[in-house]
Nanobody, 130 residues
Framework: QVQLVESGGGLVQAGGSLRVSCAASGRAFSSYAMGWFRQAPGKEREFVSAISRNGGNTYYVDSVKGRFTISRDNAKNTMYLQMNSLKPEDTAAYYC???????????????????????WGQGTQVTVSS
């Protein structure tokens, strides 16, 4: 199993930047493909970005492409989401998620559906003011 803890959320003005982090503990971090999701009040939790186990492949929802960057440091058991040019519509609780894939994929795959993930953090709030 793996435990996930997000941090780094906060209040920022539109156009500003934030970096949120996801620290993992438990089973080897490199065994997990990882993803970021977000949920705004009254809305469904939605996919934001994903990264493969080896960090070599990434994917973004169209609304954040060119503004957000996902990365991971397997030596530090941590994943990051650098968010630039933030917009009020980016306001949400941001959740990291993990999927154990070491037994069945080569490390190059990412996953984009909520149901792909078994482990979730508690979330960190990002609020973008206009």
């Amino acid at each position: 199993q793996v435990q996930l803890v997000e941090s780094g959320g906060g209040l920022v003005q539109a156009g500003g930047s934030l970096r949120v982090s996801c620290a993992a503990s438990g089973r080897a971090f490199s065994s997990y493909a990882m993803g970021w999701f977000r949920q705004a009040p009254g809305k469904e939790r939605e996919f934001v970005s994903a990264i493969s186990r080896n960090g070599g492949n990434t994917y973004y929802v169209d609304s954040v492409k060119g503004r957000f960057t996902i990365s991971r440091d397997n030596a530090k058991n941590t994943m990051y989401l650098q968010m630039n040019s933030l917009k009020p519509e980016d306001t949400a609780a941001y959740y990291c998620a993990a999927r154990y894939t070491a037994a069945f994929d080569s490390g190059n795959f990412y996953y984009t559906a909520k149901d792909d993930y078994s482990y979730w953090g508690q979330g960190t709030q990002v609020t973008v003011s206009s």
